[in-house]
T-cell receptor, first 112, second 113 residues
């Protein structure tokens, strides 16, 4: 069975631009969570979606937004990119959100 | 506030030895804990989990111990192998309507052949 997939794997943007990251959960999983991992630190929670509804939001500015589609895949959007947004963005899927979360390989974003 | 921390940022062991990675948590409402392994350039990989109604759980070569009295979590790896070299994170879920995982900074485990 395929695990969580994310695209793209790497991305380079400049300050002020926007970016869209994509995630496909494990088949049968209805919940997707997004995390930001800055080098040398643990992942920080950004959003959780379940059945297309936002169920939780971390301490991130409104420049960060996300959505979940009917097929349970998800997009994370970041507007007006800052240098500090450079990080590994991780997507995790779970059956309903409360259970074990399984992570994808991440998208490494570099903002110049 | 919620926080998960690790006592040891780095751990170096010899191949074949047992490894113990420790983690402290501060949210007494947390009811679910997970250990993840993260290799360089990859996403976190699930190792083992434990719920707050248990104090020990065993997997293949790994054991997680939970001490709710002192809010302490540990991961024991038996017969550590070079392939176990990675950063290990503990994560907690505080339950209720909050489904986010709170991670610590991680412990770098290096296994010397």
């Amino acid at each position: 069975d395929a695990g969580v997939t994310q695209s793209p794997t790497h991305l380079i943007k400049t300050r002020g631009q926007h970016v869209t990251l994509r995630c496909s959960p494990i088949s049968g999983h209805k919940s997707v969570s997004w995390y930001q991992q800055v080098l040398g630190q643990g992942p920080q929670f950004i959003f959780q979606y379940y059945e297309k509804e936002e169920r939780g939001r971390g301490n991130f500015p409104d420049r960060f937004s996300a959505r979940q589609f009917p097929n349970y895949s998800s997009e994370l959007n970041v507007n007006a990119l800052l240098l500090g947004d450079s990080a590994l963005y991780l997507c995790a899927s779970s059956l309903q959100g409360k259970e074990t979360q399984y992570f994808g390989p991440g998208t490494r974003l570099l903002v110049l | 506030g919620e926080s998960v921390g690790l006592h040891l940022p780095t751990l170096s062991v010899q191949e074949g030895d047992n490894s113990i990675i420790n983690c402290a948590y501060s949210n007494s409402a947390s009811d679910y804990f997970i250990w993840y392994k993260q290799e360089s350039g990859k996403g976190p990989q699930f190792i083992i989990d434990i719920r707050s109604n248990m104090d020990k759980r065993q997997g293949q070569r790994v054991t997680v111990l939970l001490n709710k009295t002192v809010k302490h979590l540990s991961l024991q790896i038996a017969a550590t192998q070079p392939g176990d070299s990675a950063v290990y994170f503990c994560a907690e879920n505080s339950g209720g309507s909050n489904y986010k995982l709170t991670f610590g900074k991680g412990t770098l485990l290096t296994v010397n052949p």
